[in-house]
């Protein structure tokens, strides 16, 4: 047994403890990227403001104005941290949810395809994966398919895919979330056939001695077995499917979502829009996938999976 | 001495035995070869055997003399490639279909996910018994292995030997007429293992079950078995077959009667003919 007392005394140096923890690391990364990010957004920003400055017929301007002239452009080639909390600041705690303008707004529209896609596409891999794993011809004639469907650039399909369920009168969230079904299918069924054959052999011996059906051995033995490797494969389902959700709002010229910002952004060279949305793209699926790991770990917890 | 080599069916007279005399298990002429990537492996050649109603069976012999193979030829997870194996005169897959049998594994075979109270349960649920019948038999089988007060820990938090108890306690809970056991007791220490030995004779005493149990110790095979079938490897076959003459009550003294002493040495030869095979 460990206890408190066990713990060896603080160190002099006022670092070590800085860098022991995982937060320590971290905190020195993120200080790292954000400082290079300056670094960046000064050099990237300096022609169009030098330009500007030679149509105004300025010269010698300081170094020191010439910096924050960069890092407060309005269209900026790289925007500046600062300038991006600020836009991210102003799109969503300063405007209402309802608001075009919201990006709250957009960040939930693209949400609801993303979660309706990773729904139906964390259910069809599963589907997949125990038909796969009892039926060999099952297996010889879908899993060419399954993986041939993934070599397919997204970017070419999904165009198609909303294209044609348009036509067929299906338009709005569903052909969104198809794309990011089609996205999140994948490792879920990929995961789930591994999860799936990965008893120990000793654990199916039991259940071939006590006679059990097919069904009783999916849901006592397999099932549970492949709950870990679920977990994981949903974990990057999710991250696919939000990709999946952007990208179906892109070919459509969609007039909602945080695909749709990217597009107007790019379209108007509203470089803090674009980056805005994207910082909330990656929030999102950071926030889904711990959302998962979260369940995951309860879940474990309560089948006794974790010490 | 039985004398029911050959005869397969119809009534027996047997007056050596109380119990009703049918055959539980006949094999004939049974081998088993595996085929691996560098050669067949004959684990089984030739092994003639009959079991009846209520015998208690000890398979010795050395490592990897196909004891096991043996075991899991009868539970039908291993298909004989030459020769005939009944089990209660049908088909080890049909007997299987019966639910005729429970079997220990060699490892304990716990599922992690479930408690050991579940664990028990898992038969009982495939089996389709009621709640409360499942907690009755969960509740006799882990007092019958000492484990009581367990029930709602994971297989993690207990250790080998007790992990192999409430494996035990698992295959019990079915109630099989036929149990298989290979070495249940081979991870428990002497003191818990004499009290198992005693248990388990006790039951097979109360309940005329039939047992196949496999172990390593001269000592254990003597004391619980009616019969005792020493093997020997490569291949794997039986050496010899030893009715035992011991009364079917026992306590743990009768290991110092010299009838007790007498049976045991003749294992004891024969084990040592089957080692010099090795060499
Ligand atoms: N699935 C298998 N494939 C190939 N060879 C096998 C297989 N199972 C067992 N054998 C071989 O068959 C022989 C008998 O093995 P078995 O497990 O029955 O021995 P055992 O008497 O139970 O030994 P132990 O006392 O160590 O448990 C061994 O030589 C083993 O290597
Ligand atoms: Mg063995």
Redesign the interface.
Known sequence: MTSTALTPSRSLNPFTGLLSGTTGPVIVVVIAIIGAWYIGAVALNTPFQLDTYERADRTNVPFSELVSDTLAQERPVLPAPHQIAIEIWQTTAEKKITSKRSLIYHSGITLSSTLLGFLIGTTLGILLAIGIIHSRVLEKSLMPWIIASQTIPILAIAPMIIVVLNAVGISGLLPKAMISTYLSFFPVAVGMVKGLRSP?V??M????????TRV?TLW??RL?YA?PFLFTSMKIGMAASLVGAIVGELPTGAVAGLGARLLSGSYYGQTLQIWSALIMAAFLAGSLVALIGLVEKLALKR???T? | MTALAGAKDTEMVDNHKSASPDRVIDIEKLSLTFETGDGPVHALSDIDLKIEQGDFVSFIGPSGCGKTTLLRVI???EQPTAGSITVNGVSPEEA??N?A???V?Q?A?L?????IAKNVA??L???GLSRSERQERIARNLELVNLTGFEKK?P?QLSGGMQQRASIARALA?EPDLLLMDEPFGALDEIVRDHLNEQLLQLWAKTSKTVAFVTHSIPEAVFLSTKIVVLCPRPGRIYDVIESDLPRERTLDIRESPEFLKIAHRVREGLKAGHSYED
Not at chain 1, 205 to 212: I, P, R
Not at chain 2, 111 to 115: D, M, V
């Open positions: 120990e000793i654990d011996d039991l259940m071939h001695t006590y006679s059990a009783q006592k033995l549970p709950v089948m006794g999976m010490r | 539970a039908d997870l299987r279909l639910r049998y429970g079997y594994f490892a075979a599922y992690s996910w479930r408690t898992l038969p649920e495939i089996m994971y993690w079915v």
